[in-house]
């Protein structure tokens, strides 16, 4: 699975897989349980979505954690742009530490905040936002939507929740500025069951979210640490 993924950038995926599994369980942002599994359930569950992203766009991760799924499609597609939104000081070192070992420091920029922190920063306008195990859609859009530009998608990296979320959450992502929701299907035919993905197009430039006491917390929070646990990592 990871060949076919990755191609001939599996010796730089193997090298991050390294990482992940020593310092990153070390540092406390990988499970110690999920180090055998790292590849299924972490690595290729999320290169699969860089088949929906298309070549050349600027991508911005959000809460990022690990590197999940930011460092990895960094790793899978040398022509995008990432840039890595991170607000704990121990996850942007790691962060900081992995691209500059991985030699990806020309096409990934790790910013240490929150969402709403760096909404006027150079972040802002992506083609590409992206988020794995961070919040439900309706707080994730007000914290990613600012970020890409209209006509820009946010990637939700879900699990089996997907359609339930849709279905309570479209009104508020509606308004927004985000178009219907709809749940895309990654790595058909390569993983099982495949990555998925709710996908929002930006239709209308969404006003940046106010943050109320403590609810930056959760774009924080991100698979590779203690929500990289069986349920969120593997479904989302």
């Not at 860089?50 to 460092?71: F, K, M, N, Q």
């Not at 030699?103 to 794995?132: F, H, K, N, Q, Y």
């Amino acid at each position: 699975m990871a060949a076919k993924v990755f191609g001939n950038r599996l010796g730089l995926a193997v090298d991050y897989a390294r990482l992940l599994v020593t310092d990153g369980v070390v540092r406390g942002l990988i499970g110690p349980r999920e180090a055998p599994r790292i590849w299924d359930r972490h690595l290729v569950n999320c290169a699969v979505v860089s088949e929906i992203i298309p070549i050349g766009a600027s991508v911005v991760d959000v809460g990022s954690g690990a590197g999940l799924p930011g460092i990895v499609l960094a790793v899978a597609r040398p022509d995008l742009s990432i840039t890595l939104v991170e607000p704990l000081a121990r996850r942007t070192a790691f962060l900081s530490e992995a691209v500059a070992a991985l030699g990806l420091e020309s096409t990934v920029t790790v910013v240490r905040g929150r969402a709403e922190d760096v909404v006027d920063g150079p972040p802002a306008g992506a083609d590409i936002v992206t988020a794995r195990a961070v919040a439900p859609l309706d707080r994730l859009a007000g914290w990613c939507l600012p970020l890409a530009k209209v006509g820009g998608r946010l990637l939700a990296l879900k699990g089996a929740t997907a359609a339930d979320e849709v279905a309570e959450h479209r009104d508020a992502v509606a308004a927004l500025g985000g178009a219907a929701p709809v749940i895309r299907l990654c790595g058909e035919g390569l993983i099982d069951p495949p990555t998925t993905v709710i996908e929002v197009v930006v239709q209308t430039r969404p006003k940046p979210p106010t943050r109320a006491a403590g609810s930056g917390r959760d774009a924080g929070r991100r698979s590779g640490g203690r929500d990289s646990g069986r349920g969120r990592s593997r479904r989302g």
